[in-house]
Nanobody, 122 residues
Framework: QVQLVESGGGLVQAGGSLRLSCAAS????????MGWFRQAPGKEREFVAA????????YYADSVKGRFTISRDNAKNTVYLQMNSLKPEDTAVYYC???????????????WGQGTQVTVSS
């Protein structure tokens, strides 16, 4: 059992930045790969970014590559998503997830947070 709690969402104008955090507890955080996904109302949950257990390997959706950065601090049991140059189409609920390995597929991840709202105004 792993509990994940996202924070850091909010309202920002286009071109602005936000940093999301995901705090983990319940099991050894460093044993899990971590991912960020997002979901807008009426749309499917989509992959954003992922990072392996050591933090040495990352990958991103094409839509956010060059603008978002995923990182983790295993000593703090926390994964981050730094979001720069935000666009209105980034508006969604953002979820963090923990799984056995880094992947773009939601079904690979075993544990999910409740999400944090990110709204980008134009």
């Amino acid at each position: 059992q792993v509990q994940l709690v996202e924070s850091g969402g909010g309202l920002v104008q286009a071109g602005g930045s936000l940093r999301l955090s995901c705090a983990a507890s319940g099991r050894t955080f460093s044993s899990y790969a971590m991912g960020w996904f997002r979901q807008a109302p009426g749309k499917e949950r989509e992959f954003v970014a992922a990072i392996n257990w050591s933090g040495g390997s990352t990958y991103y959706a094409d839509s956010v590559k060059g603008r978002f950065t995923i990182s983790r601090d295993n000593a703090k049991n926390t994964v981050y998503l730094q979001m720069n140059s935000l666009k209105p189409e980034d508006t969604a609920v953002y979820y963090c997830a923990a799984g056995s390995y880094r992947d773009y597929r939601p079904r690979v991840y075993d544990y999910w947070g409740q999400g944090t709202q990110v709204t980008v105004s134009s």
